[in-house]
């Protein structure tokens, strides 16, 4: 059974940093393109940053030069560095795994972490 677990979120001050983990029960977990998403109260959850199997990464401009995403294939973990944190951080963060195999597209999600970012 495949599972995402997401962990890492809490209570933050504007300004401060947190490090979000995903840790992937998955095989073959080199060949999914991983990414973040996150959802505030009342809102679509949306895309915040995604990195392919080959390393190579992409974030949504709200978050640019200040989130960093990263993966460790021997650890099938991915991570969200996030710095800078503002108020309108504030959400659910789910981990996404997604592949396509022979024209199938396999796709996983986490169970999400919320990130609550208050003064």
């Known amino acids: 059974q495949v599972q995402l677990v997401e962990s890492g979120g809490g209570l933050v001050q504007p300004g401060g940093s947190l490090r979000l983990s995903c840790a992937a029960s998955?095989?073959?977990?080199?060949?999914?393109?991983m990414g973040w998403y996150r959802q505030a109260p009342g809102k679509q959850r949306e895309l915040v940053a995604t990195?392919?199997?080959?390393?190579?990464?992409d974030y949504t401009d709200s978050v640019k030069g200040r989130f960093t995403i990263s993966r460790d294939n021997v650890k099938k973990t991915v991570y969200l560095q996030m710095n800078s944190l503002r108020l309108e951080d504030t959400a659910v963060y789910y981990c996404?795994?997604?592949?396509?195999?022979?024209?199938?597209?396999?796709?996983?999600w986490g169970q999400g972490t919320q990130v609550t970012v208050s003064s």
């Open positions: 990195i392919t199997s080959s390393g190579n990464t």
């Open positions: 996404k795994a997604r592949r396509t195999f022979f024209g199938r597209d396999y796709v996983y």
């Open positions: 998955l095989t073959s977990f080199t060949t999914y393109a």
